[in-house]
């Protein structure tokens, strides 16, 4: 049941309706830009969108326009099919010394790149290394993430910025659920293209925004961004969406990014 002080707002009727109003203005393709996961309509191919939206969700922090210029660095790197490159590439300097982006340096990001084309060479597509991931997880989510972001984080020397969080340090783990989403998910706006996963499996990538959103509508009374507040808020919208939990993630989010005033309606008793 969602908590009880949500009800001196709404009902789960009401809020539904109001959810619903948002998605189906905002929930275009047209206004995606700016955000990391505009690169992913470049590709076609789902292994060449799976890299690159590996590479985007995972420096999907800090500044929006520092975002989309270090997404841009990288994947220019990679040119127009990054699967291909990276099945054949032997090197590890891939992307120039030069790159930064606040805690992620050049070595941090090659490293990772070198991660993923070893994973690639090995399970011939992120999605399968996804699967394997489950099947020795017996099916849990969190013990499969561990896994998935334990490979993709290992590194060629001791002290590196991890660009995957994992579900077992407790953090809330956004950005790899801001990359699940996108993969998983099919509409105007999350461009899909696995079937490792289905909509109803996902968590909310949650951040201080969305953290404050959820607060405002009574989905969790949590006071900090942590995992368990992002698996609170999953679960509120859960009991409206329980097919697609996520599916308000972006346009709730998008008011904020878009400076657009986000009207909670209120209880007229």
């Known amino acids: 049941m969602l908590p009880c002080f949500l009800y001196e707002r709404m009902n789960k009727t ?3 309706a109001f959810l619903e109003g948002l998605y189906y203005v905002y929930a275009r393709h047209e206004i995606i830009n700016p955000d990391p996961l505009y690169f992913l309509y470049s590709y076609h191919d789902v292994r060449d969108r799976e890299i690159a939206g ?3 969700s995972s420096l999907a922090y ?3 326009a520092q975002i989309m210029k270090s997404v841009e660095k990288v994947l220019s790197c990679l040119g127009n099919e990054p699967y291909k490159f990276l099945m054949n590439n032997e090197r ?9 982006h606040r805690f992620t340096a050049a070595y941090d990001m090659n490293n990772f790149l070198w991660n993923i084309a070893n994973v690639i060479r090995e399970y011939e597509s992120i999605e399968e290394f996804m699967s394997e991931c489950l099947n020795i997880s017996d099916g849990n989510l969190f013990s499969c993430l561990d896994k998935f972001s334990e490979r993709l984080s290992m590194n060629r020397k001791t002290e590196s910025f991890s660009l995957i969080t994992a579900p077992k340090d407790g953090s809330a783990c956004k950005r790899l659920f801001l990359y699940l ?7 105007d706006v999350d461009p899909g293209g696995w079937e490792v996963l289905r909509p109803s499996d996902l968590i909310v990538p949650t951040d201080t925004h969305m953290h404050r959103i959820s607060v405002q509508l009574g989905l969790t009374s949590r006071k900090s961004a942590d995992l368990k507040c992002a698996v609170e808020i999953t679960n509120g919208f859960r009991e409206i969406c329980p097919e697609d939990p996520v599916k308000y993630d972006f346009v709730l989010t998008r008011s904020g990014i878009r400076q657009i005033e986000l009207i909670l309606p ?4």
């Open 14 to 16: 009401e809020l539904k």
């Open 54 to 56: 590996l590479i985007a």
């Open 62 to 64: 800090g500044r929006v």
């Open 92 to 100: 590890f300097d891939l992307v120039p010394e030069t790159f930064k």
């Open 181 to 187: 989403k996108w993969l998983v998910r099919h509409d």
């Open 266 to 269: 209120q209880n007229n008793n």
